[in-house]
């Protein structure tokens, strides 16, 4: 069982930055890919960044490429978004999530195991 906590969403105006956290329960985190998703008003839950367990590797939907970063802290069962040059259309409730599979394929998709509560993001034009 892995229970996930999300924190540092808020406002931001076009252009800046935010750091959002994800805190992890549970001894078998390092063994748990992490990803993080969107959703907007209206819209469906889109993946947005993951990091596979086991050597840390990287994806990105093509809409934040370049602009945001995910990564891990295995010993104090951390995993972070760090989301710069920030846009309005990045306005959503971003959810953390767990799952076991190292699949990019299946690390895209919405089906995790395990699911955080979501923070707000805003950015305002």
């Known amino acids: 069982q892995v229970q996930l906590v999300e924190s540092g969403g808020g406002l931001v105006q076009a252009g800046g930055s935010l750091r959002l956290s994800c805190a992890a329960s549970g001894r078998t985190f390092s063994s748990y890919s992490m990803g993080w998703f969107r959703q907007a008003p209206g819209k469906e839950r889109e993946f947005v960044a993951a990091?596979?367990?086991?050597?840390?590797?990287?994806f990105y939907a093509d809409s934040v490429k370049g602009r945001f970063t995910i990564s891990r802290d295995n010993a104090k069962n951390m995993v972070y978004l760090q989301m710069n040059s920030l846009k309005p259309e990045d306005t959503a409730v971003y959810y953390c999530?767990?799952?076991?599979?190292?699949?990019?394929?299946?690390?895209?998709?919405?089906?995790?195991?395990?699911w955080g509560q979501g923070t707000q993001v805003t950015v305002s034009s």
């Open positions: 990091i596979r367990w086991g050597g840390g590797y990287t």
């Open positions: 999530a767990a799952d076991p599979s190292l699949n990019p394929s299946v690390l895209r998709t919405p089906g995790y195991h395990y």
